[in-house]
C-alpha cells in the first residue's frame, strides 16, 4: 500500500480519483494545490478520455474484424487454390487419356486400311481365276475337251473354296476388331 501511496504523490501527471458519485476523493500534489481564505484548491486540467478509448476500442474491434475476415480470405483462397490445381490435375489427365485413344484409333485405322488392301488382293486374285477359268470352260464345247473342262471346275471349285476361307477369316477378323473396340469402350479408353 506504501508503494502505491508514494507512486500516487510522486506521478508527474495529476490524478483524481473520484468515487461512484463522481466526488472527488483524492487527488495527487502535481494537480498544483494552493490554499486561499476560502480553503483549499486544486488547479488541474481534466481531460476526459472516455471518449478516445471509446475509439480505442472500437479500433481494436475493427481490426480482431480484419483480422478474422483476413483468415476466412486466405482459406477460401487455399480451398478454391486446391480445386482449381484438382481440376487442372483432371483436365490434364483427361487429355492424356483422348491422346491415347485417339493414338490408338489411329492405328487401328491404318491396321483397317492395310487388311482391306491385303483382303482386296486376296479376293481378286481368285474372282480373276474363276472368270478365267468359267471363260475357258465355255470354249470347250466338245466331248474331247471334257478333261480340261472338268481341270477349270475344279480349279473354279478350289477356288470358290478358298474365297470362302478368305472370307470366313475376313468376317472373324472384323468380330475380334469389334470385341475390341467394346473392351476399350468398357474401360474407357
Not at 490434364?92 to 485413344?101: F, G, L, N, T, W
Not at 488382293?121 to 474372282?127: I, V
Not at 477356288?159 to 475380334?176: A, P, Q, R, Y
Amino acid at each position: 500500500m506504501e508503494m502505491l501511496d508514494a507512486l500516487f504523490r510522486h506521478a508527474t501527471e495529476g490524478i483524481i480519483v473520484v468515487n461512484r458519485g463522481g466526488v472527488i476523493v483524492m487527488a495527487n500534489p502535481s494537480l498544483s494545490p494552493f490554499q486561499t481564505s476560502e480553503g483549499q484548491f486544486v488547479v488541474a486540467f481534466i481531460i476526459d478520455i472516455t471518449e478516445r478509448k471509446t475509439q480505442e476500442k472500437r479500433i481494436l474491434e475493427a481490426n480482431e474484424q480484419i483480422h478474422k475476415l483476413n483468415a476466412e480470405l486466405e482459406e477460401r483462397v487455399r480451398q478454391r487454390t486446391a480445386e482449381l490445381a484438382d481440376a487442372t490435375r483432371s483436365v490434364e489427365k483427361s487429355q492424356r487419356e483422348v491422346v491415347k485413344a485417339l493414338e490408338k484409333e489411329r492405328e487401328l485405322n491404318q491396321m483397317k486400311s492395310q487388311f482391306v488392301t491385303v483382303a482386296s488382293h486376296e479376293f481378286r486374285t481368285p474372282l480373276a481365276t474363276i472368270l478365267s477359268s468359267s471363260s475357258l470352260i465355255s470354249k470347250y464345247s466338245s466331248a474331247k475337251d471334257d478333261e480340261k473342262r472338268q481341270k477349270h471346275i475344279q480349279r473354279i471349285k478350289f477356288t470358290v473354296n478358298n474365297l470362302t476361307e478368305i472370307l470366313n477369316d475376313f468376317l472373324s477378323i472384323g468380330k475380334l476388331d469389334v470385341r475390341v473396340e467394346e473392351n476399350m469402350l468398357l474401360k474407357g479408353c
